[in-house]
């Protein structure tokens, strides 16, 4: 017979609070390329939400054009922000 496990309690606000900030110092990391463009975007996108913000809010410029030139991700301007118009020469 198994045991129905116990609820757990609600997060609380600095718990959460806690978890957004450690997410925002992640992204401050971004520079050392730690993760690929997926995960970080991913992180991004949830950090954003949090914060109701763009997900393009809390990448770098870098980023951005990688994602526009180079990497087919789902994007999308409403909730995700532009990306960058890249000049082809």
């Known amino acids: 017979m198994s045991a ?11 718990q959460l609070d806690a978890v957004l900030q450690a997410a925002l110092y992640l992204l ?3 520079q050392d390329r730690m993760v690929t463009i997926e ?14 913000r763009k997900t393009a809010d809390d990448l770098t410029e870098h980023d951005l054009e990688d994602i ?19 000049d082809e020469e």
């Open 68 to 86: 526009a030139e180079r990497y087919a991700l789902e994007w999308d301007e409403a909730t995700d922000g532009p990306l960058p118009t890249l």
């Open 39 to 52: 995960e970080w975007t991913d992180l991004a996108r949830a950090v954003a939400a949090c914060q109701e």
């Open 4 to 14: 129905t496990p116990a609820p757990q309690p609600a997060p609380t606000q600095a």
């Open 28 to 30: 401050g990391a971004r």
